[in-house]
């Protein structure tokens, strides 16, 4: 007999993409960054937190990856570009923490844990903000 379930691993990075790409006019990938700005956002970790009678709450982790090619010119204005993005995605995914488009439950509690800026030790021109998210999802299996 087949089994009936949901891919929440995809549903939290559909959710995040819808987010990010109503909000910004930056292409979003899963696969790789391309062009001179983009987002690329992978699933990191599924936790579980708690076994419920009929269901489970799981912890999901993504990395949301913000890139600039500043096309060599690393200064103040660069970086406060990419600080700017990372800013205004931590405020939106703050103020989208408990996520229920037209009342459809997608996740709960998503934070922004942590941004780590860096400079593509490969490529200097590649400015990197990375962004770990973290949302709780209560899944109840029938």
Known sequence: MAITYTN???QVVDSLNTLIADEFSVPI???EHRGNQSFLIVPQEDELEQSL???QVRNY???ISYELNSGGNYGRNNFKRVST???RLKRLLYD???YSPSGT???QDGAVDSITYER???NPDVLRALATFACTIVEIIA
């Open 85 to 87: 993005v990372s800013e």
């Open 105 to 107: 439950y997608k996740f």
């Open 120 to 122: 593509d030790p490969d």
């Open 29 to 31: 990938y899963v696969d």
């Open 96 to 98: 989208n923490k408990n």
């Open 8 to 10: 929440i691993a995809d």
């Open 61 to 63: 982790t993504t990395l």
């Open 53 to 55: 009678a009929s269901g």
